[in-house]
T-cell receptor, first 111, second 114 residues
Framework: GQSLEQPSEVTAVEGAIVQINCTYQ??????LSWYQQHDGGAPTFLSY????GLEETGRFSSFLSRSDSYGYLLLQELQMKDSASYFC????????????FGTGTRLQVFP | DAGITQSPRHKVTETGTPVTLRCHQT?????MYWYRQDPGHGLRLIHY???????DKGEVSDGYSVSRSKTEDFLLTLESATSSQTSVYFC?????????????FGNGTRLTVT
């Protein structure tokens, strides 16, 4: 089967940098996406890595290494509003219609 | 953002009753998905649709059925609700099938089965 594993919870203080890891076991996929979800809200798209390497979007960066079956989301200059859950997700190559999500990481930012 | 409306937003029902959740989109997106979200499990795919009358199963499809008779509507039916189906259900849509065509989510339906 396929699985994407993430740490269940990460804590940090305002202004800090935090990395949320996503390790996966899947036979093949098109790329790694990241979504953010605030408590009581709907998930929203953050980033997508089609190729290995680092993609930067403002304070957020995402990284993918297919050889290591590993990716991460890097959040810099943390703000209180970044407190949320973060999910990695992949579309499987043998069925390009399915987007499978990781278990999710709850980030708590403290003042 | 994509106009996705889920109804109802909240529902309480009894074990053994059928329940239908509705997802309506105004973006003419081809792909529509139903996920359930439970603590410790993240988002799990129930069923999805890749076109009108074209649907397929996801990871946790047992006890659920779907229908899509129009591009804009995707219905999820719990044939006989059980307490294990208490969850938050999210509908999502996308116009493309690759990872860089992001999913747009509705605001969710909180379902409680007593």
């Amino acid at each position: 089967g396929q699985s994407l594993e993430q740490p269940s919870e990460v804590t940090a203080v305002e202004g800090a940098i935090v990395q949320i890891n996503c390790t996966y076991q899947t036979s093949g996929f098109y790329g790694l996406s990241w979504y953010q979800q605030h408590d009581g809200g709907a998930p929203t798209f953050l980033s997508y890595n089609a190729l290995d390497g680092l993609e930067e979007t403002g304070r957020f960066s995402s990284f993918l290494s297919r050889s290591d079956s590993y990716g991460y989301l890097l959040l810099q200059e943390l703000q209180m509003k970044d407190s949320a859950s973060y999910f990695c997700a992949v579309i499987l190559t043998y069925n390009t219609d399915k987007l499978i999500f990781g278990t999710g990481t709850r980030l708590q930012v403290f003042p | 953002d994509a106009g996705i409306t889920q109804s109802p937003r909240h529902k309480v029902t009894e074990t053994g009753t059928p329940v239908t959740l509705r997802c309506h989109q105004t973006e003419n997106h081809r792909y529509m998905y139903w996920y359930r979200q439970d603590p410790g499990h993240g988002l799990r795919l129930i069923h999805y649709s890749y076109g009108v009358k074209d649907t397929d199963k996801g990871e946790v499809s047992d006890g659920y059925s779907v229908s899509r008779s129009k591009t804009e509507d995707f219905l999820l039916t719990l044939e006989s609700a059980t307490s294990s189906q208490t969850s938050v259900y999210f509908c999502a849509t996308t116009g493309g099938q690759t990872g860089n065509s992001p999913l747009h989510f509705g605001n969710g339906t909180r379902l409680t089965v007593t």
